[in-house]
Nanobody, 120 residues
Framework: QVQLVESGGGLVQSGGSLRLSCAAS????????MGWFRQAPGKDREFVAS????????YYADSVKGRFTCSGDNAKSTLYLQMNSLKPEDTAVYYC?????????????WGQGTQVTVSS
């Protein structure tokens, strides 16, 4: 199993920045890809960004392209999400997750989430 712990959330003004971290532990040796998702009150969970540990490829939702950067530190088994130019509509609980081995899209382990609140 893999355990994921997110951190770095908080309250920030519109236009500000935050960096989220997701520390993985347990069976991390065969992690293939990881992703960030978010869920705002009353809305479905949505994909934000993902990172492939093998080739370093990243993917982003259109709503965050150019503002968010997803990266990983293999030595620390930690995934990051640098969020710049934050908007009130970015307010949500942010979750990280790992994919099943060999898959870019099937997520199996999830963290507990970290709250991001952007004030206008």
């Amino acid at each position: 199993q893999v355990q994921l712990v997110e951190s770095g959330g908080g309250l920030v003004q519109s236009g500000g920045s935050l960096r989220l971290s997701c520390a993985a532990s347990g069976r991390t040796f065969n992690m293939y890809a990881m992703g960030w998702f978010r869920q705002a009150p009353g809305k479905d969970r949505e994909f934000v960004a993902s990172f492939n540990w093998g080739d370093g490829n990243t993917y982003y939702a259109d709503s965050v392209k150019g503002r968010f950067t997803c990266s990983g530190d293999n030595a620390k088994s930690t995934l990051y999400l640098q969020m710049n130019s934050l908007k009130p509509e970015d307010t949500a609980v942010y979750y990280c997750a790992t994919t099943k081995a060999g898959s870019d899209y099937e997520y199996d382990y999830w963290g507990q989430g970290t709250q991001v609140t952007v004030s206008s």
